[in-house]
């Protein structure tokens, strides 16, 4: 009985693939960011997202 090798993945697909893992990374960072509420209690901050709805955040961190 004959073992087929198993086929190897293109440079191009590896890239594809390690695209999509960092994309998924992105947008569950900014969708858990999103429903835990983080916040900056320090003095000096900048104010990010200001009165943008929680849905739009995550549509935002996910199309990113």
């Known amino acids: 009985?004959?073992?087929r090798p198993r086929p190897r993945l293109k440079p191009s697909?590896?890239?594809l693939i390690l695209?999509?893992?960092?994309?998924i990374?992105?947008?569950a960072s900014?969708?858990?960011a999103t429903?835990?509420?983080f916040h900056d209690e320090s003095k000096q901050?900048?104010?990010?997202?200001?009165?943008?709805?929680?849905?739009?955040k995550a549509v935002f961190y996910t199309v990113l």
Do not use: K
């Open 35 to 37: 429903i835990l509420q």
């Open 1 to 3: 009985m004959a073992t």
């Open 13 to 15: 697909q590896l890239v």
């Open 25 to 27: 990374v992105v947008a």
């Open 45 to 56: 901050t900048r104010v990010v997202f200001d009165n943008i709805p929680s849905a739009y």
């Open 19 to 23: 695209g999509v893992l960092f994309a």
């Open 30 to 32: 900014g969708i858990a």
